[in-house]
């Protein structure tokens, strides 16, 4: 099963599609871009209270048969947050300075 690849930030809605170098998952897929991970989010997933990674960028290119952005394409079902700016900064906050690995 491939990563879904979500169009946008769940966070701030920004465009990112599969070739976005900005694009941050955790280990659910939760998608949010890099600018909202660093200054709104810091680091903890909204919904899981995990860490984040770059996602890989699914090449254009048919290197390998059937696997390219062409043959497997990327999700375009927009995903929003459900929570308030309010709760999701309290989250934040209290997990923020637990390193993911101990979460
Ligand atoms: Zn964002
Ligand atoms: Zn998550």
Request: charged content about 25%.
């Amino acid at each position: 099963m491939a990563l879904q690849l979500r169009p946008n930030c769940e966070y701030c809605d920004k465009d990112l599609p599969p070739d976005a170098t900005n694009a941050r998952i955790c280990s659910y897929e939760c998608t949010f871009c890099a600018d909202c991970v660093e200054t709104k989010l810091h680091n903890v997933c909204p919904n899981c209270g995990g860490g984040f990674v770059p996602r890989p960028i699914r090449p254009a290119s048919e290197w390998r048969a059937g696997l390219s952005v062409a043959k497997r394409p990327p999700s375009t079902t927009r995903v929003r947050l459900s929570y308030s700016v309010e709760d999701i900064a309290a989250h934040s906050a209290r997990i923020k300075d637990i390193p993911p690995e101990r979460r």
